[in-house]
Every structure is written in structure tokens, then in C-alpha cells.
């Protein structure tokens, strides 16, 4: 039993009596002095003696005993755990019973701490990992280049003629003006305020983000997907519906598709997903999926998701480090996982080469998703999966000259493209 | 003359700058800008040094190096790597596909002229 508040609830129970302790004590049978350790918490107690003063109090002695808050213990240990000068843990306890009102606010501020951390977190990966600020900095550092470069022409060439000296300050002069402008758009990118495209996630796609799609207990039975959904907070019907779903999936893929099976059949079949699907007798959707939410090894490639409906809008999205996706919306046309909704069923296998020179093999499909409705087409969802592995690259397949989105794509001369490239 | 220089680089100003510094250093200067044919033209030219930009329209700088390497007219020759993005993943696949030195922008004009010298004896 945790014994925090049973001190305290006797002291508050014999104020509120207007008993003094002398008199409690003497009731009871103990001396006073042990009276004041039990009611600051520093002797526990139990048995008679717990007995004979919730009689004195009239109270119940689970008035008195239970309720302790665990919860409160654990949480205030944690805080203490990430300090870097730890306080006294073992006294946790008695800090709790004696200032309640303190010990609340502390775990209070330790948990937006830690929420605050995490946040933090989540903006450095941003930093590190978001096309347009990456696209950003190398236009700031071709900009300063020309200038850093062509300044120093000026300043360490004192016979240059007149016709160099004019284009050479015409060119700094552009050159500043871009930066100023490259500049501003980045100011404008962090002053800009959320929107709902780009802060809210589909339910679906921010649960398996949390989980880091890859469920060991569900697939080892250990774990239910009511426990699991029971996890997710603020969720409406229509997301449970949906993550139900999702499980369910996930469950019966794992269980057609056993994790050492699968792995050893990646090896036999160079990680062709229409060769893992004929193995093991399952259609190629199911092996995409299974390869998307693998643990991480060294022994297998790693695959990134990405799945939409027919509107375009990104429902569950997997990134790998190489390969950035767009955050709900709008990704490059020239994907093949919208190629893939004009022939539903059909494998489609596609390297793409991105502006950075990096090469990123695919497999998409689409599929059906509901059909039994009259004179409505069917329901598709369509499903990209990509590595830059080489295990996985594809034998001939000329690449196809990709972006991630208009707004960043430097390909000027791309005839996809529909809005500008906002760093041009 | 010091040589023959083929600087593919879409940035124009930067053409013009490091145009001018190597011209002075007595270097003959050949300018091209899309990456779709730089690796012919590359074995066209036959250039001492090859100046390369990893971003460049149609066609990466990674892949234009493969392409040099893989051409046994311009295997050998020595490849200077320009780059805004000094990332680890960048210089590893560089240096994968054999460039013979990596720099990252902003350079400073007496490097490049060191490097450019370096690589060409």
C-alpha cells in the first residue's frame, strides 16, 4: 500500500474534528510523537492501530487507505529520473503527502516538459527533413556563392575592365535580391499559420506514425486491437471504424505472411513483391504492406508507404530518410501510385530518379475497396511502396525524372508542372 | 595555356564567376548546362578537368559522374564535385560513383583554383 496519503488523511480528518493529536493518540493507545510521524507520513500503517483510528475519525478505513496515488508517485519519479541532479525519490512519498497542492503542479509541469521535448523533437526532424526548407537552403547557398565569389573577383582584381566590373556588380546585385527573396519566402514559411492540410493528419496515417508501424505484440497475440485502440485518444467513428480496419489488416497479413518465413523468402526472391506474393500464394497488396511495416534489419530493405484515395489525399504515409513524402497533399503526378488507379490490379514496378539525384524504386497498386453500390463506380485505394536500397532496385528500368511537388521541384521544364517552383 | 576545363553548371552567374577566375589562371573554359548530354560531351571535349554541379536539369550529378566513369574515353578523368549540399548521404554517393574531389558551395575562388591546379597535374 502506498502509504502517502493515509498520514495526511488522518491529520485532515482530526482537524476537520478539531481533535488535538495528544488526544487522538491517547484514544488510540500510541504516543503522540508516533502520531506525528504516521500523520507526516513517515511511519506506515496498518492493522489495528489503523483500525482503532479510523473508529476514533468515524470514517470507513478505506476512507483512510485507499485511493493512495500511485499514479502521481510514478509520475513525479519519472520527472526526477530526467533531472540531471536527481532529488531524494526514495522520500517521493511523504513530499506528496505533505504538499498534495505542490506535487500536483510539479507533475503538472513535468508532463508539459516532456510534451514541450517532444514537440522540440518533432520541429528538428522538420528541420532536418522537410524538402522546402532543404530546397531553401541550397538556393541561399547558390545565391551566396555567386556573391561570395564574384566579390572577391572584384575586390582581388584591380585591372578588371569596365565592361566585367558592371556585369559582375549587375550579377551581385540579382543575386541579392534573390537571396532577399529566398529569405523572405523562408520567413514566411515559419510565420505562416497552420493549416488543416498540412497540421491535420488522416487519423489512420497518425496512429501507425505512433506505433512506428510495426506491431510485434499484436502479431505474437499478446496485445488486442481493442487494447490498442483503446490507446488512441480523441477518436470519433469514423476513425475507429478506419483504424479498426487497419488492424484487422495488419493482423491477418502478419499471420498469412509469419515474420521468419517472410524474411527468408525475401532472400530467395530478391525482394520481388510479385515473387513474395506467388510464394506465398497471396495477393501482391498484402506483401506490400508486410514490407512497409517490417522491424528494422539490416537483412531486409527499408520500405517507405504512402496510400490515397482517388481525390489524391494522402491516408497513411511511411518515410524512409532518403525519400521525403509531402505532408497530405499534392505530391508529384508523375508517381506511379496515381498511374496505378487507371489500371486497378495491376502491379506497377517504376524507379524514380528525384531532383537531388537520388534513385528511389517503387511497386504500387490500386485496389478496390467497396464495389457493391448501383451506378456508382468503385471505391480504389492505391498503394506505393519505395526503397533506395539497391537489393531492391529493379534489373532495366529507365528512371522516371521526378519531384516531390511543384512548389519545390527545380525541374523548370517538367510538363506536369502546375503551380511555380516557389524558389525560381 | 594551363588546359582545358569543361564546367557543367546550370547557375549561369556561377559560369560567369568561375568562367573569369580560371580564364585568368590561363585555363580554356567550356561551359555547358544541361545535364541530359554532359557525359558525351564530356568524351567530345576531352577536357583536363571536369567542374560538375550535382543539381542540374534532366539528369543528376551523380549520374553524369557514373556515366563519365563508365565511358573508358573519360574515365580517368579527374572530376571536381560542386555541391549546395554538403550532407554525408550526398558525399558518400559522390564519392561511390568516383568523383576525385568533393566541395561544397559557398567555395572559396583561391580553393578552386588550388583544386582545379591540383587535379590537372
Redesign the interface.
Known amino acids: 500500500m502506498v502509504r502517502t496519503l493515509v498520514g495526511s488523511r488522518i491529520r485532515e480528518r482530526r482537524r476537520a474534528l478539531k481533535q488535538t493529536q495528544s488526544a487522538l493518540a491517547q484514544a488510540v493507545g500510541i504516543s503522540a510523537s508516533y502520531l506525528n510521524l504516521i500523520e507526516h507520513n513517515r511511519r506506515g500503517i496498518a492493522g489495528r492501530t489503523l483500525l482503532a483510528l479510523a473508529a476514533e475519525l468515524e470514517v470507513d478505513i478505506s476512507e483512510l487507505s485507499e485511493g493512495a496515488d500511485g499514479v502521481l508517485v510514478n509520475r513525479l519519479t519519472e520527472i526526477a529520473k530526467t533531472s540531471s541532479e536527481i532529488p531524494e525519490i526514495e522520500r517521493t512519498e511523504e513530499f506528496i503527502g505533505r504538499y498534495p497542492g505542490w506535487a500536483k503542479l510539479l507533475a503538472s509541469v513535468g508532463k508539459t516538459a516532456q510534451s514541450q521535448r517532444e514537440n522540440l523533437a518533432a520541429l528538428t526532424d522538420r528541420m532536418n527533413h522537410d524538402p522546402f526548407l532543404?530546397e531553401t537552403?541550397?538556393?541561399i547557398?547558390?545565391n551566396?556563392?555567386?556573391i561570395?565569389?564574384?566579390a572577391?573577383?572584384l575586390d582581388?582584381?584591380p585591372d578588371i575592365s569596365d565592361e566585367?566590373r558592371t556585369?559582375?556588380l549587375k550579377?551581385i546585385r540579382?543575386?541579392s535580391q534573390r537571396l532577399s527573396t529566398t529569405a523572405q519566402a523562408m520567413v514566411d514559411f515559419f510565420d505562416a499559420p497552420q493549416t488543416e492540410t498540412t497540421a491535420t493528419p488522416h487519423p489512420e496515417d497518425e496512429f501507425w506514425v505512433q506505433l512506428k508501424h510495426h506491431l510485434p505484440e499484436l502479431e505474437a497475440g499478446i496485445t488486442t486491437i481493442e487494447t490498442l485502440l483503446d490507446q488512441q485518444p480523441k477518436r470519433t467513428a469514423t476513425s475507429t471504424s478506419a483504424l479498426q480496419h487497419s488492424l484487422q489488416y495488419y493482423r491477418d497479413v502478419a499471420r498469412d505472411l509469419p515474420l521468419d518465413a517472410f524474411h527468408r523468402a525475401i532472400s530467395s526472391t530478391a525482394c520481388d513483391p510479385l515473387a513474395l506474393a506467388q510464394h506465398f500464394n497471396t495477393p501482391v497488396i498484402n506483401v506490400l504492406h508486410r514490407l512497409a511495416h517490417l522491424p528494422a534489419s539490416p537483412d531486409t530493405p527499408a520500405f517507405g508507404l504512402m496510400e490515397c484515395d482517388m481525390s489524391g489525399a494522402i491516408l497513411l504515409r511511411k518515410e524512409i530518410p532518403?525519400f521525403a513524402l509531402p505532408q497530405y497533399s499534392s505530391a508529384c503526378p508523375l508517381w506511379p501510385i496515381y498511374r496505378a488507379f487507371a489500371a486497378p490490379g495491376q502491379p506497377i514496378r517504376a524507379v524514380l530518379?528525384m531532383?537531388?539525384?537520388?534513385q528511389v524504386t517503387t511497386f504500387s497498386i490500386a485496389r478496390t475497396i467497396t464495389s457493391d453500390r448501383y451506378d456508382l463506380p468503385p471505391l480504389l485505394r492505391s498503394t506505393m511502396i519505395f526503397t533506395t536500397d539497391p537489393r531492391a532496385a529493379l534489373p532495366t528500368s529507365p528512371p522516371i525524372?521526378a519531384g516531390l511537388h511543384c512548389s519545390v521541384c527545380?525541374?523548370?521544364?517538367c510538363a506536369e508542372r502546375r503551380i511555380d517552383y516557389i524558389l525560381s | 595555356m594551363a588546359g582545358k576545363i569543361l564546367l557543367i553548371e546550370d547557375?549561369p552567374?556561377?559560369v560567369?564567376?568561375?568562367s573569369?577566375?580560371l580564364e585568368?589562371e590561363g585555363w580554356q573554359v567550356v561551359a555547358h548546362s544541361n545535364g541530359a548530354d554532359a557525359a558525351q560531351v564530356a568524351a567530345l571535349r576531352q577536357p583536363d578537368v571536369i567542374i560538375l554541379d550535382?543539381?542540374l536539369?534532366?539528369?543528376?550529378?551523380?549520374?553524369i559522374l557514373r556515366e563519365i566513369r563508365a565511358n573508358t574515353q573519360t574515365a580517368q578523368k579527374p572530376v571536381l564535385m560542386l555541391t549546395?549540399?554538403g550532407q554525408a548521404?550526398?558525399r558518400a554517393?559522390a564519392q561511390e560513383a568516383g568523383v576525385s574531389v568533393f566541395m561544397?558551395?559557398?567555395?572559396?575562388?583561391q580553393a578552386i583554383i588550388d583544386t582545379v591546379r591540383s587535379l590537372a597535374q
Do not use: C, W, Y
Open positions: 532543404s537552403m541550397h538556393q547557398l547558390s551566396i556563392t555567386v561570395r565569389s564574384t572577391g573577383i582581388t582584381t566585367h556585369r559582375f550579377n540579382t543575386e532518403e530518379e531532383p537531388t539525384g537520388v525524372l527545380p525541374r523548370k521544364h | 547557375e552567374h556561377i560567369e564567376a568561375l573569369f577566375l585568368r550535382v543539381m536539369p534532366n539528369k543528376s550529378g551523380i549520374e549546395a549540399k548521404r550526398d554517393a561544397t558551395k559557398p567555395f572559396s575562388n
